[in-house]
């Protein structure tokens, strides 16, 4: 019951703009460039679309690749970024020049795919952290409450002892129990009279640090590996002293509350389906890696890079730290000047895969 209703919910993650709605609010952004606008305001709508059809046609709807022509400055890359945030998508912008054949010193063309799954997990984990906001304030105050109390309660079990010149402490609570001290506290904590007490409390130490380059010349982070993760899990948790605000406090403990109470394999499961459905991928320089075969030398920066690209945008399964994810539905806009190489430069089968191409004026 829970997945049809993720199913549901996911269905709206872009919203129903009409293609002139879309225009409208470029145009508040970008100056002029109609015709590229309105190729990705269309191209957005069907998208939309696609998610309104029945399940088994809606594998059958591609989408429309485009290849934005012209010189730098001109809105290329605002325009895509634009889009992205509009359709609450997945965004990312990528060199093509970046790029290098696989089996060559360099970033390969799928690391493109692992980085925006990255990016739609945190865009999730921030949607869902601010939904349990309030309860995690709750939890992280409670938290602060037994640390301030802790003196107390070492001291004494039975109830706090009312002060003998209770007249020159009007702030004491009347009621010297334990609780009443806690709502005493717990009053002063929320109105924000206590924000510059500073307190120590025992938290799990930052084991985040340089990684080793121990796999030939991918990184981890390239391989979709979460080497951190899995020692974190071997590895015994340290923990160290820390001494903050409590105003700051009440910030570190609420994040780590949040933490907690939000399920990350919800959250994955949602930032795939999202990156799979809605993901945008903006490849800059694409002119940098048209033109013939370099007759020097391998060409590892050119034909081999567009040869990787194709089954990227055609679509194919990457594995990601995450999980598999599929590249079939991802929307890539494809810009560069020409300058020196022109759209047809390009291998055929990549031209093919980008259906739609717009020039943008100076």
């Not at 080497?227 to 974190?232: E, R």
Request: hydrophobic fraction near 35%; proline fraction near 6%.
């Amino acid at each position: 019951m829970k997945s049809k209703k993720n199913q549901k919910e996911n269905k709206f993650t872009i919203k129903s703009l009409t293609p002139s709605e879309i225009v409208k609010e470029l145009n508040k952004y970008i100056v002029g460039q109609d015709a590229a606008k309105k190729a990705v305001a269309i191209a957005l709508r069907n998208r939309w679309r696609r998610q309104q059809v029945q399940e088994n046609l809606r594998e059958e709807i591609l989408p429309n690749n485009i290849i934005l022509i012209g010189p730098t400055g001109v809105g290329k890359t605002e325009i895509a970024r634009r889009l992205a945030k509009l359709a609450n998508a997945p965004f990312l912008k990528v060199e093509a020049s970046k790029y290098t054949e696989v089996g060559y010193v360099g970033r390969d063309v799928e690391s493109m795919i692992r980085e925006v799954t990255d990016i739609a997990v945190n865009m999730v984990k921030a949607e869902r952290m601010e939904e349990v906001r309030e309860k995690a304030q709750q939890l992280a105050d409670e938290k602060i409450l037994d640390i301030l109390l802790e003196p107390v309660r070492k001291q004494v079990k039975e109830p706090l002892p009312i002060p003998a010149d209770k007249e020159q402490h009007p702030e004491f609570p009347q009621e010297s129990t334990r609780k009443s001290a806690r709502d005493f506290y717990r009053e002063k904590l929320i109105k924000g009279e206590l924000d510059d007490t500073i307190i120590e409390f025992e938290a799990q130490a930052d084991t985040s640090g340089p990684v080793m380059q121990i796999l030939g010349p991918f990184g981890p982070d390239d391989l979709g590996i979460n080497l951190q993760d899995m020692l974190g899990n071997i590895l015994p948790k340290k923990t160290k002293k820390k001494k903050m605000t409590i105003k700051e406090a009440r910030n570190y403990f609420r994040e780590e509350e949040a933490k907690k109470l939000i399920d990350m394999d919800a959250i994955i499961k949602e930032a795939i389906f999202r990156v799979e459905n809605t993901g945008i991928i903006f490849i800059d320089e694409i002119d940098k890696i048209a033109g013939p075969p370099s007759k020097v030398g391998p060409d590892v920066s050119r034909e081999g890079v567009q040869r990787d690209l194709l089954p990227i945008v055609e679509g194919s399964t990457v594995n990601t730290k995450y999980g598999p994810v599929k590249s079939d539905h991802i929307l890539f806009i494809a810009s560069g000047a020409f300058h020196v190489s022109k759209p047809s430069d390009l291998i055929p089968e990549l031209q093919g895969r980008f259906p739609i191409r717009v020039e943008l004026h100076s």
